[in-house]
């Protein structure tokens, strides 16, 4: 049995190493929390792809239109921003006047309500604004979220990327624990055809912006669990986590039933996306001991 860690965004600065240590600590101080005896440390390998994904989002110019299907690819991206944006009311007035201050787009070029100039510089508009009012949300996620969905190159470069860390020469049984766009990558990654015969006891997904209902379209579908590889998937989200947006994982949301939501039980810190504080958290700490062998 191993275990496969897959990030989120906001982890250039971070290491494979890194990662590793402080997520396993986490969970074995969970356990403490519990009062469960340890388990060894099994085999971990983690999926890192942060310092492409941001260089890659820094690179884009407000002129700059991302490659791949572009329509489809851009749709999605747009209406990604736009949850954002209307789960915390901001006017398109907002984000253009703040694009201006930020030395970004100066004229608007607006489609049924929203930009169609650079939707990245319109994500850290959007990060802007709420910074201004007081509202925290992980730095870095738009834009970096909205690039992977913009770009088809990118993302499947990324996927490439985590499948070879995490998948390529192995054949055993592996638990992914994956966080914020981390579960957006793992989850494609495991509905690939080429993935169905791997064995996936568990599949977490902590802090996941999947229930964002525009997923669907960039997304392969996929109507229930259990469903090769996936035995059993778990998503722990906080209500009140800025990029979750408070929304479970249902059929309603992404179109799939059978995932087991936790939201009752998790951690709370100022950071409500930090994901050392879900996998401590006990329900989260608890699954994972029961997945992994004594």
Not at 2 to 31: C, K, S, Y
Not at 84 to 102: F, G, P
Not at 268 to 276: A, G, I, Y
Request: charged share 20%; net charge negative.
């Amino acid at each position: 049995m191993r275990l496969a860690f897959v990030h989120g965004i906001n982890n250039e600065m971070n290491t494979p190493e890194i990662l590793e240590a402080d997520w396993w600590q986490a969970i074995t101080d969970g356990w403490a929390d519990l009062g469960l005896p340890p388990k060894p440390k099994p085999k971990i390998d983690v999926g890192y792809y942060g310092k492409i994904l941001a260089d890659a989002a820094k690179g884009v110019k407000p002129e700059v239109v991302a490659q791949g299907d572009e329509t489809q690819r851009r749709s999605a991206a747009l209406a990604f921003l736009q949850a954002y944006q209307v789960e915390n009311e901001i006017e398109d007035s907002d984000v253009r006047d703040t694009l201006a201050d930020m030395g970004g787009v100066q004229e608007p070029v607006i489609a049924q309500g929203w930009f169609q100039r650079s939707l990245v510089s319109a994500g850290s508009a959007i990060e802007r604004v709420l910074s201004n009012r007081g509202q925290w949300l992980a730095s870095g996620f738009l834009p970096q979220a909205t690039h992977y969905i913009e770009d088809e190159g990118l993302a499947a470069q990324i996927g490439l990327i985590v499948r070879k860390a995490i998948f390529d020469g192995h054949n055993e049984p592996t638990i992914v624990v994956s966080h914020s766009l981390g579960t957006v990558v793992s989850f494609a990654l495991l509905m690939d055809e080429r993935q169905e015969d791997r064995d996936i006891p568990l599949f977490l997904t902590i802090g996941s912006p999947l229930a964002i209902g525009m997923m669907e379209q960039i997304l392969p579908r996929r109507e229930d669990v259990p469903n090769n590889p996936i035995k059993k998937w778990t998503n722990a989200y906080r209500r009140d986590d800025p990029v979750t947006l408070g929304r479970p994982i249902t059929q309603a949301t992404l179109g799939i039933k059978g995932v087991e939501n936790i939201s009752d039980g998790l951690i709370e810190r100022f950071n409500t996306h930090s994901p050392t504080a879900y996998l401590r958290s006990a329900p989260v700490a608890a699954r994972i001991y029961a997945a992994l062998p004594a």
